[in-house]
């Protein structure tokens, strides 16, 4: 599960992991409030999970409190790579930035360990970096049977070329990082850019994610607000087919499938990774009620959420709901008594993500 980076930055903070001085504004007004509390020119961002927002438009600069609220209003008409942009970061302004280094850690299921990465060429071209330079990146392969140690984190920051002077600091970012990794079960956790200002170093950024299997155990998450808000995850988008997936990742997948067969999403709805019977008839019922839909593309890849579950749930649905098809795609755990019971009630279903998505858009493509 991908999470916004004001609560990256949340958890980032509880680890004792400098970052901005920030607060999240879901519209103009609040922005201007929260820039005022600051006190200070601000950063805009807007909190959209996908990658690469700064290059899209999605992070604007204010010199005041009004500024920040204009500016709030802009990215609210924007849609960034598929997510309408419905909530911003109002942060403090990072003025006095020296260099920009990179520092991430990804679960690589090849090797079954973590993979720590880090640059001194960081910020938005660090893809390129990896591309033509990737010398430039530190890896390193951490054991997760064994604990990593201080001094560990040192040695990368040694070998990322930072000054002397900087490798005790650089390596405390690089130790903290980890631990966050461990602790929350994430599979990514990555600051671009770790900023180097004449005060020390600040993550200007955060991206993280969380292995959705382990959603179950991670209390500590789940008692932060925005968890408490809302019960999953939907944006309404301008398009004609409702994206539902479990977890943001599938989610977005089954979006640009859609966008690449030939139409737009109209939604994105993650349920989570532990969804139950009654998540899925709320979620299916939320985007019935929205009049642009003329699909729904379920995309469920079962771990904890059961397919017999998720298969349960679409019959509910389908006893009331009798003018927009579901398309489904169900495999994972319980898949063979899901898959019985969609056929016990004549529902047809697929096993391949691609194939229900080009089905989705063709019941679409008839209409028009």
Known sequence: MNIHEYMAKNIFKKANIKAPESYLAKSPEEAVEMAKRIGKPVAVKSQVLSGGRGKAGGILFADTP????????????KVIKGEKVSQVLIEEMVQDK????????????????????????????????????????????????????PYEARNIALEMGVDTSEVSEVGDFIYKLYN???????????????????????????????????????????????????????????GNVAVIGNGAGLTLTGMDLIKYYGQEPATFLDVGGGASEESIVDALELVLKNPNVKVIFLNVLGGITRADDVAKAVVDVSKENTDIPIVIRLTGTNEEEGQAILKEHGIPFETSMEKAAQIAVSLVDDEE
């Open 66 to 77: 009004e500024e920040a609220g204009e500016r709030t209003a802009e990215l609210f008409t």
């Open 98 to 149: 020296k260099e920009e280094y990179f520092l991430s850690i990804i679960l690589d299921r090849d090797s079954k360990k973590p993979l720590i990465m880090a640059s001194k060429s960081g910020g938005m071209d660090i893809e390129q970096v990896a591309k033509e330079s990737p010398e430039k990146i530190v890896k390193k392969y951490i054991d997760p049977l064994a604990e990593f140690m």
């Open 180 to 238: 966050v990794f461990c602790d929350y079960d994430a599979t990514v956790v990555e600051i671009n850019p770790l900023m180097k200002t004449s005060e020390g170093f600040i993550a200007a950024d955060a991206k993280m994610a969380i292995d959705d299997d382990a959603l179950f155990r991670q209390s500590k998450v789940k008692e932060f607000d925005e968890f408490k808000d809302e019960k999953f995850a939907y944006v309404k988008l301008d």
